[in-house]
Structure formats: structure tokens, C-alpha cells
């Protein structure tokens, strides 16, 4: 499945945040929260596939949060409200240029995503391919 390598691919590079530590150059910044974005994008849509694949009408023309909603639903992600912070924070990425936003977004990535992102994909590897 095409939009899983893809997820897959990204989020291989995603975990280059942890080579990165405080003070982060605004190169830096820039582009792990753009890594971030990509990620996040990638991953919702994945799930729409899969959940489209297998019948659930909401993947057919689902928003993100109504993606993130029926992928808790259908066991495909384990904590709903971390994937709904991180869709509020996929939508903060326009507002990068805010250091404080920015470096939030990147705290958080570390702390919280990037191991959200990879249950995801355990999850989909064990139960949905």
C-alpha cells in the first residue's frame, strides 16, 4: 500500500529529532516541525485508506478529526485524545514562526508523537495488513 510506505518513509526520518538538542538553530526548528507535519499528514491519511478499505464510510470523505475519531473507534489508534492534541497541533504548524509554537511543537514530537506515530504503526502492521 503506496500511502503506507509513505507513512512508513517519513516517519524513518522523523526520528532524526532526537539528534537534535536545545538550543535548536531556526533551520533546525523549521524542519523538524515540518518533519512533524508531514508525519501527521501522512498518518491520518493512511488511517482514511485503511478505514475506507475495510467499509467504514467516514474514511470516504472524512475530515481529519472525523479520521481520528473513527480510527479510535475501530481500534486502529489507542488514545484518541493524544491524536486529537496532535491534530491541534498539526494545525498550529502555519504559526511556526512563532519560536514559542514552534518549539512546543518539537517538545512534544519528542515527548509524545514520534511514539504515538510508531504504535500506529505496530497497530496497523499487526492487525490491519
Not at 475530515?63 to 479510535?72: D, G, M, Q, R, V
Not at 504559526?95 to 509554537?101: D, K, L, Q, S
Request: hydrophobic share 45%; glycine share 6%.
Amino acid at each position: 500500500m503506496k500511502r503506507y510506505d509513505n507513512f512508513k518513509s517519513v516517519l524513518k526520518n522523523l526520528k532524526a529529532i532526537y539528534l537534535y538538542h536545545e538550543p535548536y538553530g531556526i533551520v533546525e526548528v523549521t524542519g523538524m516541525v515540518g518533519l512533524y507535519r508531514i508525519c501527521f499528514e501522512q498518518a491520518w491519511k493512511v488511517m482514511k485508506e485503511i478505514l475506507e478499505i475495510n467499509g467504514y464510510a467516514e474514511g470516504a470523505v472524512g475530515s481529519p478529526k472525523t479520521i481520528l475519531k473513527t480510527a479510535f473507534k475501530a481500534g486502529m489508534i489507542d488514545d484518541e485524545e493524544l491524536w486529537l492534541d496532535a491534530l491541534v497541533s498539526r494545525n498550529h504548524v502555519a504559526h511556526a514562526y512563532n519560536e514559542a509554537i514552534a518549539l512546543e511543537i518539537v517538545s512534544q514530537t519528542k515527548d509524545q508523537y514520534y511514539d504515538m506515530f510508531v504504535r500506529l504503526e505496530q497497530i496497523i502492521e499487526k492487525e490491519w495488513l
